[in-house]
């Protein structure tokens, strides 16, 4: 009888091990960001980056647009609220693009009507635009609407099939295709051109989701407008509220609020009209019905804002531009669940971790047209990080909008004091720890300050003869 209960325990025991380290949970380890080895070696690639960049010469702008349908047949799978079948398209879907030159310097920036630009599509794209245009990865410059009533099936990973449905490689082969002919095209159309920007404060739209609140929320609306010399025109828009006006019943393909943004403006005011999802991160638009009568809510009166500012805008066509991608290591994932590990303490195993999302490193994207600089965080970037991180680019004078979903996802990234709340935000979507906010919004700073630094160095040059004091803000 002993011995046959003491086989049992070591049975039990080794079961137990074996769960322990397969599954979990494990302690979460709370590491201060700067002395995890992946913050040191991203600053010292970002200091290698900086030292490699070139003056940005102020000289006469080009630019070119264009626009490409992406909208799929249906039925088809939807990403963004999980696994829906859309049996009807409500609106077109496009990816846009658009071409920016100033000197020999060309950058790219490419918008999408989807959830986001996933690794594949972004490394797919920028080897096919280094291969035919030339075009360095590092000015490639990518953004997504977020719209989560947008065409799926795009993902072969695990986690992006929970999204967006299940794989299909025609799906992915569609998107890059499309992103690569709006490069093309935008490209091609590159022609003498001036541009305006600004920025102005729309708080009716967004809320925070994760306090409840009305307060506590990045309500910047960034706006950029470019400006052939035929009057031809194109805008681009950057805001913090998810687009999930229209919910999961509706069960259609839409571009949800960015779209009608869109619509709108190409059908009175530009050729293309480019919606690039800002800092979303714990950002719901305000309001609680769900319907396409809500996404026009929303999207219609940001239509009419924009169009306002940009016709009472003063216009430049002298510019510097500058580009650049930072490669970032990460701090170990340290993958927790809302609910089951609630505490916020335990994590599940590495292993498993390592499994459902199979990510070490990521990219920030920094794009400055004089003093708007964009900023491309690789993830749902929380919009009180944001807030954060744009006041020390304001303080300096420049002008900073961050987007989100820019060629790469590592899920949410929110402030570290939030930790302690169990939310989808904090614990699901969160991977890398309770100190990944004051990572990423450390080295976006630093990404950032080396633009600023850059633009305002050159500024205090001698001027070019091409450079006129209007060119700057
Ligand atoms: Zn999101």
């Given amino acids: ?214 307060t506590h929320v990045d309500s910047t609306f960034v706006w950029a407008a470019f400006r052939h010399r035929d009057g031809g025109m194109a805008v681009w828009g950057r805001f913090s509220a998810h687009a999930t006006t229209i919910g999961d019943r509706a069960a259609m393909i839409s571009g949800d609020y960015p779209g009608v943004w869109e619509r709108e403006l190409e059908a009175r005011t530009a050729e293309v009209a480019l919606f690039s999802a800002g800092a979303v991160g714990s950002m719901s638009p305000r309001g609680s019905r769900h319907d396409y009568e809500r ?28 580009a650049y991608r930072l490669p970032m290591d990460l701090p170990p994932n340290q993958m927790r669940l809302q609910r089951i590990l609630a505490s916020g303490k335990w994590r599940i195993s590495p292993l498993l971790a390592g499994r459902l999302v199979p990510i070490r490193s990521t990219a920030l994207s920094v ?31 420049f002008l900073l909008a961050t987007t989100s979903f820019g060629g790469d996802y590592i899920g949410y990234v929110l402030p570290d004091r939030h930790d302690r709340i169990d939310n989808y935000e904090t614990r699901t979507m969160s991977w890398w720890g309770p100190h990944m906010g004051s990572f990423l919004a450390d080295v976006a700073r630093r990404s950032i300050a080396v633009a600023m630094d850059r633009i305002a160095a050159a500024e205090t040059t001698p001027a070019e003869p091409t450079s006129s004091p209007a060119a700057e803000r």
């Fill in 295 to 322: 996404a026009q809510a929303v999207g219609m009166p940001l239509a009419d804002s924009v169009r306002a500012h940009v016709a009472r805008a003063p216009w430049s066509s002298t510019v510097r531009l500058l």
């Fill in 1 to 214: 009888m002993r011995r046959i209960l003491g086989v049992l325990m070591v049975v039990l025991a080794t079961i137990l091990l074996a769960w322990t380290i397969l599954v979990g949970p494990w302690p979460v380890e709370n590491v201060s960001p700067t002395s995890e080895p992946a913050y040191r070696s991203t600053l010292s690639r970002l200091a290698g980056r900086a030292a490699a960049l070139p003056e940005p010469v102020a000289a006469p702008l080009s630019a070119g647009w264009s626009r490409v349908p992406i909208t799929p047949a249906v039925p088809t799978n939807t990403a963004g609220y999980g696994k829906v079948t859309a049996r009807r398209v409500n609106d077109s879907v496009y990816v846009r693009a658009l071409a920016l030159r100033v000197d020999t310097s060309e950058a790219i920036l490419i918008g999408a009507d989807i959830l986001i630009v996933s690794r594949q599509m972004s490394d797919r794209v920028r080897s096919a635009l280094a291969y035919s245009l030339g075009i360095a990865g590092g000015h490639v410059y990518f953004t997504a609407t977020h719209t989560h009533s947008g065409p799926g099936n795009w993902s072969p990973d695990f986690l992006g099939k929970q999204f967006a449905g299940r794989y299909d490689p025609a799906r992915l082969d569609t998107i890059v295709a499309a992103m690569s002919r709006a490069a093309h095209e935008a490209h091609a159309a590159l022609a003498p051109a001036e541009m305006a920007y600004g920025s102005f404060s729309a708080p009716s739209y967004v809320r925070n989701r994760l306090l409840g609140t009305a």
């Fill in 367 to 397: 794009l400055a047209l004089n003093r708007l600089v964009l900023a491309g965080m690789p993830c749902d970037l929380s919009g009180e990080l944001s807030r954060e991180i744009a006041a020390s680019a304001e303080a300096r004078g």
